[in-house]
């Protein structure tokens, strides 16, 4: 069974950065697909960063474009945000997903990731 366990969300000023890290286990993390999403209260959970599991591609929302960076390390089995210049709109709760695949492409839809965990809040305040 896949385990996955963000960390690293808090309180941060606009325009300051937070780095998110989920730690996965339970699998061969190298076979597996990662994405972040993100909900925020009355909104829809939706894509911000995915990264590929066959090649490391990656793909953004385009609302987090060059200042959201996501990374995949499949020695320490983690994949993390680096979030920079933060605005308020960006606080949320932070998922992380995993899903079995090779594709080139990252997977960007909620319906392709089957294992999630369980969230780390980011607020920021403006």
């Known amino acids: 069974q896949v385990q996955l366990a963000e960390s690293g969300g808090g309180l941060v000023q606009g325009g300051g950065s937070l780095r998110l890290s989920c730690a996965a286990s339970?699998?061969?993390?190298?076979?597996?697909?990662m994405a972040w999403f993100r909900q925020a209260p009355g909104k829809e959970r939706e894509l911000v960063a995915a990264?590929?599991?066959?090649?490391?591609?990656?793909g953004y929302a385009e609302f987090v474009k060059g200042r959201f960076s996501i990374s995949k390390d499949d020695a320490k089995n983690t994949v993390s945000l680096q979030m920079n210049s933060l605005k308020p709109d960006d606080a949320a709760v932070y998922y992380c997903?995993?899903?079995?695949?090779?594709?080139?492409?990252?997977?960007?839809?909620?319906?392709?990731?089957?294992?999630w965990g369980q969230g780390t809040q980011v607020t920021v305040s403006s």
């Open positions: 997903s995993a899903t079995l695949s090779f594709t080139h492409t990252p997977c960007r839809t909620r319906a392709d990731y089957e294992y």
């Open positions: 990264v590929s599991g066959s090649d490391g591609n990656t």
């Open positions: 339970g699998c061969t993390f190298s076979r597996y697909a």
